[in-house]
T-cell receptor
Framework: QKEVEQDPGPLSVPEGAIVSLNCTYS??????FMWYRQYSRKGPELLMY????GNKEDGRFTAQVDKSSKYISLFIRDSQPSDSATYLC?????????????FGQGTELSVKP | DTGVSQDPRHKITKRGQNVTFRCDPI?????LYWYRQTLGQGPEFLTY????????KSRLLSDRFSAERPKGSFSTLEIQRTEQGDSAMYLC????????????FGPGTRLTVL
């Protein structure tokens, strides 16, 4: 079983839709949670970064963490064609682990005009 | 440009050849990470450096792989006797000293082994 599970999609939505992307994890030692966006043949770009359980909002993006359920989500409101990319969740276990990122498989999102 | 840079961006090689990739991190970042990403998968950790010291290597890093960061600035990743299974995107990331700092990725080097 992988430490981080993410539905690979692909996910296709119409422009303006609300998108929900999710990851589950098994290691309760994960302390920091990130969402990266990766356009085709590019490096991942940090979108959101959270530490505690709860919600964090940044423009059209909301990251949600539920440590008790080991579940994180990313919501995209008013989705745009430029949001079409692969979204990767990633987690860090800080102590004794060097801060290496453990990634989910990535969800491929396509927003149709 | 103050981001992470990688060179080359693309590399095509024949099986059995050696290849070397370079990563230049953000200048004030003391930690540097290498990851490998295959098609349809998330990046997987390979190794990381704190300054010039290589502190951890994944079991994914076989004996054919070696990484260096001789002066604590840029890093190189060498693959000897390449195999077709080495075809992937090799990503470099850097971060600062605080445990809460995030990692910033370079554009990656796409390796194709024929």
């Amino acid at each position: 079983q992988k430490e981080v599970e993410q539905d690979p999609g692909p996910l296709s939505v119409p422009e303006g839709a609300i998108v929900s992307l999710n990851c589950t994890y098994s290691n309760s030692a994960f302390q920091y949670f990130m969402w990266y966006r990766q356009y085709s043949r590019k490096g991942p770009e940090l979108l959101m970064y959270t530490y505690s359980s709860g919600n964090k909002e940044d423009g059209r993006f909301t990251a949600q963490v539920d440590k008790s359920s080991k579940y994180i989500s990313l919501f995209i409101r008013d989705s745009q064609p430029s949001d079409s990319a692969t979204y990767l969740c990633a987690m860090i276990q800080i102590y004794n682990q060097g801060g290496k990122l453990i990634f989910g498989q990535g969800t491929e999102l396509s927003v149709k005009p | 440009d103050t981001g992470v840079s990688q060179d080359p961006r693309h590399k095509i090689t024949k099986r059995g050849q050696n290849v070397t990739f370079r990563c230049d991190p953000i200048s004030e970042h003391n930690r540097l990470y290498w990851y490998r990403q295959t098609l349809g998968q998330g990046p997987e950790f390979l190794t990381y450096f704190q300054n010039e010291a290589q502190l951890e290597k994944s079991r994914l890093l076989s004996d054919r792989f070696s990484a260096e960061r001789p002066k604590g600035s840029f890093s190189t990743l060498e693959i000897q006797r390449t195999e077709q299974g080495d075809s992937a995107m090799y990503l470099c990331a850097s971060k600062g000293t605080s445990g809460a700092d995030t990692q910033y990725f370079g554009p990656g080097t796409r390796l194709t082994v024929l």
